[in-house]
């Protein structure tokens, strides 16, 4: 099972950006389809935006046109580059690989979007 490492969270001011990376320790990253989600207190995780081996891209209607989701295969890695924010992403972000019915997961990075 992969090793998942997200960082780059931090407290931003609204209309602020962010960009998270996310570290995969396996040979086979190119292999995976992967994601962003994020939980709120109190609600429930929920997809953010996802990006396939062939680096097709899905988002959640609440951030189209403001976050972008790409991967560095040579890297190993996974980035949402976040935009414009807004206090409605506040929010703890995990990285997700999945593979064959099988999912690793990040720790999680937190994102605090306030004045």
């Known amino acids: 099972q992969a090793q998942l490492v997200e960082s780059g969270g931090g407290l931003v001011q609204p209309g602020g950006s962010l960009r998270l990376s996310c570290v995969v320790s396996?040979?086979?990253?190119?292999?995976?389809?992967m994601a962003w989600y994020r939980q709120a207190p109190g609600q429930e995780r929920e997809l953010v935006a996802q990006?396939?081996?062939?680096?097709?891209?899905t988002y959640a209607d609440s951030v189209k046109g403001r976050f972008t989701v790409s991967r560095d295969n040579a890297k190993r890695t996974l980035y949402l580059q976040m935009d414009n924010l807004r206090p409605e992403d506040t929010a703890v972000y995990y990285c997700?690989?999945?593979?064959?019915?099988?999912?690793?997961w990040g720790q999680g990075t937190q994102v605090t979007v306030s004045s």
């Open positions: 396996s040979p086979i990253f190119n292999m995976f389809t």
């Open positions: 997700n690989a999945a593979l064959r019915g099988s999912t690793s």
């Open positions: 990006i396939s081996t062939l680096r097709t891209t």
